[in-house]
Each structure stands twice: as C-alpha cells, then as structure tokens.
C-alpha cells in the first residue's frame, strides 16, 4: 500500500473499466471529484448503490463516463431519467454483491473511505458495509481515502493495508442529514403502526419522517431487538432507555444488526467502537432465511403508490425513476414468515399535491416492487389494515376505508366498476 497523491491513486482507472464507489455517508467524494475533473480515459463505467455529493461525473464529459447505479437517491436522480449514460439497474439489495463479482459488471476498481489503519493494519469501512466487500473482493486495484472522521464499526466491515493498492489523505467531515420536524400525518401513521408492535418484536426501519413516527411512540415497550438494513438518530433514544435489547433475537442476539447507517454525528459517534453494533455484508442482514428466524420481526417499509388490490409501486412515479428497490422485499417476505411477524407497508393517504396515493390502477409505467400477494399490513394516516387472505372485492373495500375521505367516493366508483358488486 503507498500513501500518494490523487493523480498517482487514480492513475489504475482505464477505458472500459468497472469503478465501484463506496455508498452514501463513506462516498470518498475526493476521489470522486478528481475522477471526474481529471479522468483522460473513456467509457469508465461508475457502479454503485446510493451515494451523496455531486455526481458531475454524469454531468459532465459524457465520453468519460457510464453510471449504473442500482439504487437511485437525489443526486443521480435527474441524470437517470434524462441522461442515456445514466442507468438504473433493479436489483434486491440482497442479490447486489452476485452482481459487483461476476459478468459485465464486475469490478476492476473500488473506490473508498475508511478510517486510518490500527495498529494491527485494519482499516473500518465506517458505516456502508453493505455490497462493498463484495466489490472489494472482486476488485483488481482499491484506492481509498484515509479520513479520520470514519468511526469504527463493530462487524465485519474491515479491510488489512496489505488489500489496498493506493491510499490518499483526506479530513471531510462525514455526510449528515438531520431529522426533520414530524408532520401529523406522520404522527398517526407512526401511531397507528406503534400498536401493532408488540414487546420483544425485532424492527426493520430505515430513515424518514414515518420511522421517527414509529420509534417515537415506542418508548414503553420493553426488549426489542434491531435487524435491519439500515437505520438513523431514531434509535438512539430507545437504546439510551433500554428499550432495545435484542434479548430475544435468534440472529445475533443483543446485537443491532445493519449493514449501513445514515444520520447525524451524534449518530456516528454512538456507532464508533460500539459492541453493540453488528455491521454485516446486505447479503447476510437481507438474508430471508436469517430474517425469518428472529420473532415477531416487524418490516416497516414505505411506498409512492399502492393499488386497490394491493400492488405496491415503491422505486418509481409512473416511468419517471425516483429511487431503488432496495431491501423492501427481502424484509417484507422475512417478516412475513417470523413468527408472528407483521410486514408493514405505510404511506401518506395523498401526495403534496393532494392526489390519492392509493388507486384504482398503477400509475402507466410504474414499477411492481411488492406484489399484491406479498403485501400484509397497509397503514396511512387514517387506519391500519391486513390485506392477506382477503379476496380483491374485500381488499378494494379495505384500502378505500383507509384512502382520505375526499378520495373515498370516486375509489368506491371505480371499484365497483372493475368487480360490479354493490357495497362500494
């Protein structure tokens, strides 16, 4: 491994290349942005999940650079959707690893940032282990960024000096986002879902206004345990009152388990060094088979759009990509067969523009992310209902129950419409 200058770390990437970049808080936006400036080479092609910082690589030159991103967040999202070197690649976040090794896609280059070595050499990958030891393994050169503020996570997230080719230095503060201020549709959904959570449950929750919901109205329940994705600030205060245990998880018990973190430095600085936290490859926290074998998991995932018989578009408005797969599948089914699991999906009755996010049909183009014969729990603002072992006639019925009251009526029209049976 040699500690060198950017020009020099950077010199491995060539035409043709598949260039892995380390995903959301550890993006090594320093390599990144001298990739992008600098790169004399053509047909780099730039692979990875969600990332913060600019993205100018698919901004700029567009003989340079080829994005496959297979998780769609902000920064790209323009770009994927009017850019036709920007591509988007649907995929379960659990199945991405089998992706970065092998085929087309294979990964020559890793770009990332990890903390400075110990004193045994081991470097931390910080808090995105999820598919880049995957890529690491596959890769044939890893350059990283030496950044101080990297916490060390517990886990299986290290990587030995003698892995990396080309080092640089750098002191970037670690990407934050804050919590914002919970809405009242928030607040009654996160209720609403709080009750259907019991003691001893195990969480899989991620980042946003309706997992704070949740977490906020949990404070008595005792002995939860945490096997998830990821997750943000909104743990913290249950860990600080001993509400989260994991006492009676199957899977790493009295571990929180994830393969990334997003959130806040308060956040980063609970995980730093922390033994409560198990940080895992998104091959094993996504793992159905390990998910179902904790009890009473509950799979709280989100959606843009959801149809009267339960079809769930959770990646896409109509054609128009808005972010990714993601996990929601591998924990929805998880969930589903735990032990008096409950797979959970919540959302807003209606958008900001006030339209029904839940409709007689999908919007043209829209994306299938879980299936009608997935979907269990639905919860807006208005109610909770379980769709499984419901007919079509009966889940109409349901959805409309819980639709806002100004969309009720034209959702009964249509419904009665497609299935011509009175009671809508």
Not at 131 to 159: M, S, W
Not at 204 to 211: F, H
Not at 367 to 390: C, D, P, Q, S
Not at 410 to 424: C, D, M, T
Request: charged share 20%; glycine share 8%.
């Amino acid at each position: 491994m040699k500690i060198t200058n950017l020009k020099e770390a950077l010199s491995v990437v060539k035409s043709g290349h598949n260039v892995f970049v380390h995903s959301a808080a550890m993006t090594p936006n320093k390599l990144v942005k001298s990739l992008t400036e600098n790169c004399s080479e053509s047909g780099v092609n730039l692979i990875h999940i969600h990332t913060e910082g600019k993205a100018d690589y698919i901004d700029h030159d567009s003989s340079k650079f080829n994005m496959y991103s297979c998780f769609v967040g902000s920064n790209v999202r323009q770009a994927i959707n009017t850019n036709p070197k920007a591509n988007y690649i649907p995929v379960f976040l659990s199945e991405i690893h089998q992706i970065l090794t092998s085929g087309s896609r294979k990964v020559d280059i890793a770009l990332l940032k990890v903390s400075p070595p110990d004193a045994h050499g081991y470097c931390s990958l910080g808090t995105s282990v999820d598919v880049t030891l995957a890529a690491i393994r596959a890769a044939k050169h890893v350059v990283v960024e030496f950044n101080p503020n990297v916490p060390r996570v517990h886990g299986d997230g290290f990587i030995h000096v003698n892995q990396i080719d080309y080092g640089v230095e750098s002191d970037d503060p670690m990407f934050e986002i804050q919590s914002k201020v919970l809405s009242e549709e928030e607040k009654k959904i996160g209720k609403h879902i709080a009750e259907l959570i019991e003691d001893g449950s195990t969480l899989q929750m991620g980042i946003g206004g309706i997992p704070d919901a949740v977490l906020s109205q949990l404070t008595n329940h005792k002995d939860l345990g945490v096997h998830t994705e990821m997750f943000s600030d909104g743990i913290l205060p249950l860990v600080e009152k001993g509400v989260i245990t994991g006492r009676f998880k199957k899977v790493l018990p009295g571990k929180i388990v994830s393969c990334f973190a997003f959130g806040s430095q308060n956040l980063y600085d609970f995980i730093d060094n922390n033994p409560m936290l198990e940080f895992k490859e998104a091959s094993f926290t996504n793992d159905t088979t390990l998910i179902r074998k904790n009890p009473k998991v509950i799979a709280l995932n989100s959606a843009i759009e959801i149809d009267l018989t339960g079809q769930v578009c959770a990646d896409s408005i109509g054609t128009y990509q808005y972010s990714g797969v993601g996990g929601q599948m591998d924990f929805i089914r998880g969930a589903s067969l735990s032990p008096d699991g409950k797979a959970i999906i919540a959302l807003a009755s209606c958008t900001k523009k006030g339209e029904s996010k839940i409709s007689p049909m999908l919007k043209a183009g829209a994306g299938v992310t879980t299936t009608r014969a997935h979907v269990h729990w639905v919860v807006t603002e208005f109610g909770a209902v379980n769709l499984f072992g419901k007919d079509l006639v009966e889940r109409a019925k349901l959805l409309t129950s819980i639709a806002h009251p100004k969309h009720r009526e034209a959702l009964s029209e249509a419904a009665y419409k497609r299935y011509h049976q009175n009671g809508f």
